[in-house]
């Protein structure tokens, strides 16, 4: 802040001759004459920076106190204007980019949603359009807790939402409503069947008639605890049957894969393509759009632009880089690929067992006609159990 505030001022570096530099320097402490940057040369000058009041004050004291001073080099907002001082045509259009950037800074022209997971952004920003905060609002007309209360109407899937304004650019945060977890129904009256083919290796009746035992083979779909109680006291009564019923599962997995495969062989031909995005519209600085080649890789890349004081701009600068290839097709090894087929069937079989473990596994592989089979078995233990109402 120092700094800015003595480059407005204007800054002067200075030659200070004297025998005794350490009575300049007393004689600069009481006349409270401030200075930075000095350096004692081996000749006895001193060399330093001053303000230009500063610099007038110590050219008056030099003749009646023993040291000489010299002006090295001016520099700061004096010496500027002094040079555009007959340039008026350049100094009335650096004000009026400042006067057009600070205009500018007052709207909003870049608006950013965070925060959000299963709400699409374009259901919010179509909200918040319809709520008249869209590119082009004025930001100090922004109510932002008058806008949070009316999206949350609007949108019950949100449970927070803030507007965040920086010069043309809005912070839109929100927050999604976490989902009530399910609870059972456990008046519903229920029987328990198994979900999957097994051997049963534990079993834990919660509610219910258990009409199989530890040790028994179920097929899936069988009926594992009814939930019909019949006895002579209350006769016949209908329950939401309940069970852990843990068992030995199999599963036999298979996935294929040809020994040739396609890969990108890049040829080192690239094109460009420009376009700017000012208040949500796209403007392009090409006009065909179409890429006569047939095989290649599409990277964009977004940069917001920006004056080099800082100040950002409501425009963002795109680019299109368009990299050709060509597609080589070549033999990989039986044991790569035999490799990615055993890992792609291990994410298969997890996803099956779920909290389930595995036991036992054992692998089998062939090759016909150029293609590699894998396929899986696996013992697991897991659990089968599952509700369904009674029809």
């Known amino acids: ?177 976490i989902p009530k977890p399910e609870i059972p129904d456990r008046k519903t009256p229920a029987m328990v069947i198994a979900k999957k083919s097994g051997v049963i290796t534990k079993m834990s009746v919660l509610e219910g008639a258990p009409q199989v035992k530890t040790g028994a083979t179920v097929e899936a779909g069988e009926l594992l605890v009814s939930g019909i109680l019949d006895s002579r006291a209350r006769g016949q009564r209908f329950v939401h049957a309940m069970a852990e019923v843990e068992a030995r599962t199999w599963y036999e997995l298979s996935a294929q894969m040809p020994v040739e495969t396609v890969v990108k062989r890049y040829t080192g031909e690239r094109k460009s393509k420009n376009a700017i995005i000012f208040a949500g519209k796209r403007i392009n600085f090409f006009l065909n759009s179409s890429i006569s080649w047939s095989n290649y890789d599409k990277i964009i890349s977004e940069r917001n632009a920006a004056l080099p004081m800082g100040v950002s701009l409501p425009i963002t600068l795109v680019r299109e880089t368009y990299n050709r290839y060509e597609p080589i097709t070549t033999e990989q090894s039986r044991e790569r690929a035999e490799l990615t087929l055993k890992q792609g069937l291990e994410l298969r079989l997890r996803d099956a067992i779920g909290d389930g473990t595995v036991s036992a596994v054992a692998w089998d592989a062939s090759e016909t006609n150029g293609v590699i089979t894998v396929t899986l078995f696996a013992e697991c233990v897991e659990q089968i159990a599952v509700s369904v109402p009674i029809k």
């Open 1 to 177: 802040m120092q700094r800015a505030l003595n480059l407005a001022r204007g800054v002067v570096r200075v030659q200070v001759i004297c025998r005794y530099p350490e009575r300049f320097i007393n004689l600069c402490a009481s006349n409270d004459i401030g200075f930075w940057g000095m350096e004692q040369l081996d000749t006895g000058e001193l060399r330093a920076f001053f303000t230009g009041a500063d610099f007038r004050t110590l050219r008056e004291l030099s003749g009646r106190n023993g040291f000489e001073v010299t002006r090295i080099k001016k520099s700061g907002a004096p010496v500027l204007m002094k040079k555009l001082r007959k340039r008026y045509i350049l100094v009335a259009g650096l004000l009026f980019t400042i006067l057009v950037t600070r205009m500018t800074s007052l709207f909003v022209w870049d608006i950013r949603v965070a925060g959000n997971e299963t709400v699409p952004r374009t259901e919010i920003m179509e909200n918040l359009k319809a709520l008249g905060f869209t590119y082009g609002t004025f930001g100090m007309s922004v109510h932002s807790e008058q806008l949070s209360e009316e999206m949350k109407l609007r949108i019950p899937e949100l449970s927070w939402l803030a507007v965040n304004i920086r010069g043309s650019r809005a912070d839109v945060l929100v927050r999604e409503r």
